[in-house]
């Protein structure tokens, strides 16, 4: 069982279309996060929830909009994508906001936006 | 800004030799310390987590922190091919954010 899920794995899209990626964590955690890694392979924090709340909010452009349905699922939702959009975007879940043992990743999403 | 920073390699070690890897912060309120290693395609897994000075062993790798220096290395001992991969450090800053460095790209030569 695959402890963080992301989908879809890859997405290829043309500017100004509208995406969502889904995030699903099976292992009772009450804290989600959304990362984005670029093409430098710097992991930049983008949001993140602990029990359905927003917790974090970057500065990230509100193109990016977070949803959390229920503590297990993480969705991100991109409004008019642009070509710098183009990264790989992490979820990632831990026990609590403070958890000392670290995040669990997913496999990530591969954005390509042409 | 708090930052992590790394220096970005690649760092080329022979097989069989200690890779050592470091990692400076700048947010003096920090208290959890973590590895990440991050294989070419793949999402970060961790491998070391370290939370008080000194240093946490934990097969081959060993975590070292200086807390006065606000310095946190990985040492690899033994290398492997299999060990070639990129090293993020991450540090839980005080307001409870994981912010991770650019990364240290490891190159294991048989």
């Known amino acids: 069982d695959t402890a963080v899920s992301q989908t879809p794995k890859y997405l290829v899209t043309q500017m100004g279309n509208d995406k969502s990626i889904k995030c699903e964590q099976n292992?009772?955690?009450?804290?989600m996060y959304w990362y984005k890694q670029d093409s430098k392979k710097f992991l930049k924090i983008m949001f993140s929830?602990?029990?359905?709340?927003?917790?974090i909010n970057e500065t990230v452009p509100n193109r990016f909009s977070p949803k959390s349905p229920d503590k297990a699922h993480l969705n991100l939702h991109i409004n008019s994508l642009e070509l710098g959009d183009s990264a790989v975007y992490f979820c990632?879940?831990?026990?609590?906001?403070?958890?000392?043992?670290?995040?669990?990743f997913g496999s990530g999403t591969r954005l390509t936006v042409v | 800004q708090k930052e992590v920073e790394q220096n970005s390699g690649p760092l080329s070690v022979p097989e069989g030799a200690i890779a050592s890897l470091n990692c400076t912060y700048s947010?003096?309120?920090?208290?959890?310390f973590f590895w990440y290693r991050q294989y070419s395609g793949k999402s970060p897994e961790l491998i070391m987590s370290?939370?008080?000075?000194g240093d946490k062993e934990d097969g081959r790798f060993t975590a070292q922190l200086n807390k006065a220096s606000q310095y946190v290395s990985l040492l690899i001992r033994d290398s492997q091919p299999s060990d070639s991969a990129t090293y993020l450090c991450?540090?839980?800053?005080?307001?409870?954010?994981?912010?991770f460095g650019k990364g240290t790209r490891l190159h294991i030569l048989p």
């Open positions: 990632a879940s831990s026990q609590d906001l403070r958890d000392p043992y670290g995040y669990t």
């Open positions: 292992l009772g955690h009450d804290t």
């Open positions: 929830y602990n029990n359905k709340e927003l917790i």
């Open positions: 947010d003096r309120g920090s208290q959890s």
């Open positions: 370290i939370y008080s000075n």
């Open positions: 991450a540090v839980n800053d005080r307001d409870d954010k994981i912010i």
